[in-house]
């Protein structure tokens, strides 16, 4: 895990220059300057339309979506599960758009915990967020390129993009003293792998008074269910959305009172 710095400092990273998020939220984005800057961006060379590309990059193409209103085109690859498209994103961008009241994201400040391809992001941002989203560096290049392309000229405010490892050294990169979220969402970040219990402190750190916490899952292993119980002892939980045809479970959490 690399040292993101300061907030607002600049670092590089696979020969991007990746922003660690403001504190202080950006202006709406009512002015043309963005739009001309993404005019340059689409016409920019070839060399450096390659360094948004995967170091590893076997593609089954694009998979397109549409939720609120707008037409969603996600680039997937398989050099990694988080540049894949899983049922619990899907599912979570369904229950986003359609309990928009239930779920007032507008001017909302929205932290995303495994963004993988970015979907849940770019659902977000276009419902009015100001979203970070997060993972680990070598998703970001993909992850920055379908935010990039989904949310220019459409959204309120311009998403961020971050690394972030789960664990006990995000309270130092991401202090509760400075960043605050109003909510927290998370996408099929269970499943087979070694670091459930550092995402359980990644989720106890960022989810304090004030926060909402929205993970969609499909259950795949036993461990699944196993995380899910210490989940509920963590935080005031509530199922939110049971869809037992996809095996998929949408739960809310707040921090403990």
């Given at each position: 895990m690399m040292d993101i710095g300061q907030p607002g400092q600049h670092m590089q990273q696979n020969g991007l220059m990746m922003k660690q998020?403001?504190?202080?939220?950006?202006?709406?984005?009512?002015?043309?300057?963005?739009?001309?800057?993404?005019?340059?961006?689409?016409?920019?060379?070839?060399?450096?339309?390659?360094a948004w590309e995967p170091s590893i990059f076997y593609s089954p193409g694009n998979e397109t979506f549409f939720f609120t209103g707008q037409e969603i085109s996600i680039r997937e690859s398989l050099d990694s599960f988080g540049a894949v498209i899983w049922p619990g994103a899907v599912a979570l961008c369904r229950y986003l758009e359609k309990n928009r009241e239930q779920v007032d994201l507008m001017d909302k400040a929205v932290l995303e915990l495994g963004a993988g391809t970015g979907l849940v992001s770019i659902v977000a941002t276009l419902l009015g967020a100001w979203v970070t989203a997060t993972d680990l560096p070598d998703v970001l290049s993909n992850l920055n390129f379908n935010l990039s392309r989904n949310t220019r000229g459409r959204c309120r405010y311009t998403p961020q993009v971050s690394p972030l490892k789960w664990g006990r050294d995000v309270s130092r990169h991401f202090p509760s003293s400075v960043y605050h979220y109003d909510y927290v969402m998370c996408a099929d970040v269970v499943y087979h792998h070694d670091y459930l219990e550092d995402l359980l402190i990644t989720l106890q750190h960022f989810c304090k008074p004030g926060t909402t916490l929205l993970w969609a899952n499909k259950v795949r292993f036993q461990s699944d269910l196993c995380f899910t119980e210490n989940f509920k002892n963590a935080f005031d939980t509530t199922l939110l959305e049971d869809i037992p045809q996809e095996e998929v479970r949408i739960y809310q959490a707040t921090a403990k009172k």
């Open positions: 998020p403001d504190c202080v939220k950006p202006p709406v984005n009512i002015t043309e300057e963005e739009d001309m800057e993404n005019e340059d961006m689409e016409k920019e060379t070839p060399d450096r339309r390659y």
